[in-house]
T-cell receptor, first 108, second 112 residues
């Protein structure tokens, strides 16, 4: 069964801390997406990657194909980073399968 | 702003009714995807269209149907609504089936 697991489910940190959110999947994939869902409900696509590492501002996403694992890192976290972060993978075809999300709260 | 628009933003209706949700993709995007996000199920893929043709189907109920029109906008029709259909419905678009997807703001459906 094609599965996606995220950890932790909830994460609370102080402003300025380095944040890591993890995503593991069961079988080989063609691509992995990291999404951010704001408290108001809107979803923003942060990264799409199939190998290596991508960086955008304070956000870094890495993927290890052999270990079937991806991480999303946030450096110098800020209260505005508070959101739900969702990992979604494409198992070969074009359909996305979603993780359950990580609720991140950054305290000032 | 992703460039994907969805209407309406909110919809409140009664059980047994039928509603239509509308999505306009980003300019140039040929693929449209529909997703449902409920409190107990999380985000689930419903259906994908590419340039007017159905491309992939997910956990879409028989009471639900969708189509993509020649101008590439898409509609999701939900009929015989049940309380459990209350959810956020997102539309996303991409250039092709394997590209990054851009999400619309969602339609919040409440069935009473």
């Amino acid at each position: 069964k094609n599965e996606v697991e995220q950890s932790p489910q909830n994460l609370t940190a102080q402003e300025g801390e380095f944040i890591t959110i993890n995503c593991s999947y069961s079988v080989g994939i063609s691509a992995l997406h990291w999404l951010q869902q704001h408290p108001g409900g809107g979803i923003v696509s942060l990264f799409m990657l199939s190998s290596g590492k991508k960086k955008h501002g304070r956000l870094i996403a890495t993927i290890n194909i052999q270990e079937k694992h991806s991480s999303l890192h946030i450096t110098a976290s800020h209260p505005r980073d508070s959101a739900v972060y969702i990992c979604a993978v494409r198992f070969g075809n074009e359909k996305l399968t979603f993780g359950t999300g990580t609720r991140l709260t950054i305290i000032p | 702003d992703s460039g994907v628009t969805q209407t309406p933003k909110h919809l409140i209706t009664a059980t047994g009714q039928r509603v239509t949700l509308r999505c306009s993709p980003r300019s140039g995007d040929l693929s449209v995807y529909w997703y449902q996000q409920s409190l107990d199920q999380g985000l689930q893929f419903l259906i994908q269209y590419y340039n007017g043709e159905e491309r992939a189907k997910g956990n879409i109920l028989e009471r639900f149907s969708a189509q993509q029109f020649p101008d590439l906008h898409s509609e999701l029709n939900l009929s015989s609504l049940e309380l459990g259909d209350s959810a956020l419905y997102f539309c996303a678009s991409s250039v092709g089936g394997m590209n990054e997807q851009y999400f619309g703001p969602g339609t919040r459906l409440t069935v009473t």
